[in-house]
């Protein structure tokens, strides 16, 4: 079968298309037929690597996928070839006790495809069947895939880890991006009273707008925590989305109400950095991370998918061949939603 894959860590040059045998899978597994898979900017961080990663070589990229059921391992239930499926991107073992407890996304042997496993970018790829989800016909594969791993992720963050309620105002740091496209339409679903987005690019604060952002600020214009406090009366607002990190969250704990929670589910701009803790006790803080989801909350957010409530924004299709072409695109073009790969084209 085809796969988007890499010999050893590097640079995009390192990024190949290669011809490798089909996956076996085991009595709980099925072979997905891969239709449409979803750029992550995951892929490119697993592609540098880091010290602690390792990964059987050559590694197939790509944690977002959708296709058909092709093959079904002797102790699957509920499921058969020709199915059309979505999948959960988070591998769970299904017997660690947080497994047992439906905190799936926190198993002893946490993992996701693309990033620890093989990932999506090929023709073929073996799951655990508890990963799937039913999609059904007028929802395309490619809307799956872009949605999956973004929407489990906003959603865990905003509703569950975070405990977005209606009434609240949400602050989110950054336009574009899948999390955040997904998380203004989450809060707007969610009943947020009033919903700010910072960015510096007018097209994503208008694609912004559309999606559900009540009020957005050009970042490149005004200082938007300044701009935050003041649109608030001095008070804050009392959720800050903020996967920036490093450049962004003295900005985003100033923005922040008493009592206030920023959430987060990443840090495009550098993992480590310095605020000042007086703002966290001073205003009764809570910084709440988290990581993908579990089951449960994928299931709740693709059926809000399916049902036309929350909608994934799509910026572009590839055929899997032009995958090298596709990922330097997300790392040096100017991307406002989903890079998709088309996988039987
Ligand atoms: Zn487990």
Request: aromatic share 8%; net charge neutral; charged share 20%.
């Amino acid at each position: 079968m085809r796969a988007v894959v890499f010999y050893e860590h590097g640079d995009l040059d390192r990024i190949t298309v290669a011809d490798l045998p089909l996956p076996e899978i085991g009595p709980d597994e099925v072979l997905l037929s891969v239709k449409a898979a979803a750029l992550n900017r995951l892929d490119l961080w697993v592609l540098a690597g880091w010290p602690a990663l390792k990964l059987q070589l050559p590694h197939i990229l790509g944690s977002d996928g959708a296709g058909v059921v092709a093959q079904v391992g002797s102790q699957v239930m509920g499921f058969q070839a020709g199915d059309r499926v979505a999948v959960n991107p988070t591998y769970s073992c299904g017997q660690c006790d947080f497994c047992g407890s439906g905190r799936d996304h926190m198993c002893d042997r946490f993992a996701i495809f693309g990033e620890h496993l093989p990932g999506f970018y090929a023709d073929y790829i073996k799951l655990p069947a508890r990963n799937l989800l039913p999609l059904p016909d007028h929802v395309s594969f490619a809307e799956a895939a872009a949605a999956s791993l973004v929407f489990v992720t906003a959603w865990h963050s905003l509703i569950i880890a975070g405990g977005l309620r209606a009434g609240e105002d949400v602050l989110i740091v950054g336009a574009g991006g899948g999390v955040n496209t997904a998380a203004i339409q989450i809060a707007r679903l969610a009943g947020a009273r009033t919903i700010y987005v910072v960015g510096s690019n007018a097209a994503k604060l208008a694609q912004a707008r559309e999606l559900g952002a009540d009020v957005t600020i050009d970042r490149t214009q005004e200082d938007w925590s300044r701009a935050v406090f003041k649109a608030t009366n001095r008070q804050g607002v009392d959720i800050v989305v903020d996967n920036v990190g490093a450049a962004t969250y003295h900005l985003s704990l100033r923005a922040l109400k008493k009592g206030g929670r920023l959430l987060t589910v990443g840090n495009t701009s550098g993992p480590k950095f310095e605020f000042d803790n007086r703002l966290m006790f001073g205003k009764h803080l809570r910084i709440i991370g988290s990581t993908m989801g579990p089951q449960s909350d994928y299931e709740r957010v693709m059926g809000l998918i399916f049902q036309g409530k929350l909608h994934p924004i799509i910026d572009a299709a590839y055929p899997l061949a032009e995958a090298p072409a596709a990922l330097h695109r997300l790392r040096h073009g100017d991307v406002a939603g989903k890079l998709i790969l088309e996988v039987d084209r």
